[in-house]
């Protein structure tokens, strides 16, 4: 995963942006989920793109206190 995006703590990487693992799955007792978007373009509209995926997890998975923010690398 060398010069790859990669989500990981102190027991490693559990995702990148090619692929996940059996430890970031979304099991139905969760309560706490972290939705990550990898942008590699700057003509996106990233506030828009979460926007949309807020409105989605309150229509079609009850979320009722979802939360955003955007992490420049």
């Not at 509209?45 to 309150?58: M, P, W």
């Amino acid at each position: 995963m060398e010069n790859m995006l990669v989500l990981a703590d102190d027991n490693g990487i559990f995702g990148s942006s090619m692929s996940d693992s059996t430890r970031a799955m979304v099991e139905e007792s969760a309560t706490d989920i972290l939705v990550v978007v990898y942008c590699f373009e700057d003509s996106i509209d990233l506030e828009e793109v979460l926007a949309q995926g807020k409105q989605a997890f309150e229509q079609f998975a009850g979320v009722k206190e979802a939360e955003a923010w955007i992490v420049n690398f």
